[in-house]
């Protein structure tokens, strides 16, 4: 469901809208996310820094805190956290969106320990970059920062990795749906990097 999920009200509703249309809720995925601009942390404004954080730590803790009222007392359920490979390995010039992704993977090992006694289990993946229109619009604005242009910063996230590609988006979705299926049941507090081995 689409909305300003770092608003709490608007992210309660959007569970309390899934539960009355399909009667139960087994699955989130926090895939909200993004930089309100990216800056040096020499430079990054105070607007900046806290929207960035809220749009993407805000989103998932105020999703996932409502889901929780539905997911414990039912003793099962997925919580997916959509992170990213700067919250693994920071580039310089994403500070506020590198800490944001960071505090990401470190609230879903927290959710791991205390939602799996209630069958809950929550995971972290983390992408690369990835070919989506997102990248293609934001990467001029990226490619700035890190005094490049657009075609420069793929070749930057190309060289990072060991595949030589960006990663594409069904291999970005296949992690997920791993962790949303009976599957990946058994897998939890982790944080499964999908990015073509740019962090290893």
């Known amino acids: 469901m689409r909305g300003r999920r770092h608003d709490r009200a608007e992210a309660e509703r959007a569970v309390d809208e899934t539960v009355d249309r399909y009667g139960h809720l087994d699955i989130v995925v926090n895939n909200v996310g993004g ?4 800056a040096t942390v ?3 404004s105070d607007d900046t820094w806290h929207h960035t954080l809220a ?5 998932a803790l105020y999703t996932t805190r409502h889901a929780l ?16 490979m700067e919250g693994r ?16 993977i470190g609230l879903t090992r ?12 929550a995971n972290c993946v983390c992408p690369g970059a990835v070919e989506t229109d997102w990248f293609t619009e934001q990467g001029p604005r ?21 595949t030589g590609r960006l990663t ?10 791993l962790l949303a299926s009976h599957a990946g049941s058994g897998i939890t507090g982790a944080c499964i990097p999908v990015d073509g081995g740019a962090t290893v």
């Not at 580039?91 to 990401?104: F, I, N, R, T, V």
């Not at 490619?143 to 070749?155: E, K, S, W």
Request: contains cysteine.
């Open 110 to 121: 927290v959710l791991a320990k205390e939602a799996g006694p209630y069958g809950v289990t």
């Open 42 to 44: 020499a430079d990054i």
């Open 168 to 177: 594409r988006p069904e291999e970005f979705a296949a992690a997920v749906l």
């Open 142 to 162: 990226a490619a700035r920062v890190l005094g490049t242009d657009y075609h420069g910063l793929v070749r930057h996230f190309t060289a990072r990795t060991a």
């Open 55 to 59: 749009l993407n730590l805000d989103s």
């Open 69 to 84: 009222t539905h997911l414990i007392p039912q003793r099962s359920g997925r919580v997916i956290n959509i992170s990213s």
């Open 89 to 104: 390995d920071p580039d310089p010039g994403l500070c506020a969106y590198a800490a944001a992704k960071h505090a990401l």
């Open 35 to 38: 930089a309100a601009d990216f």
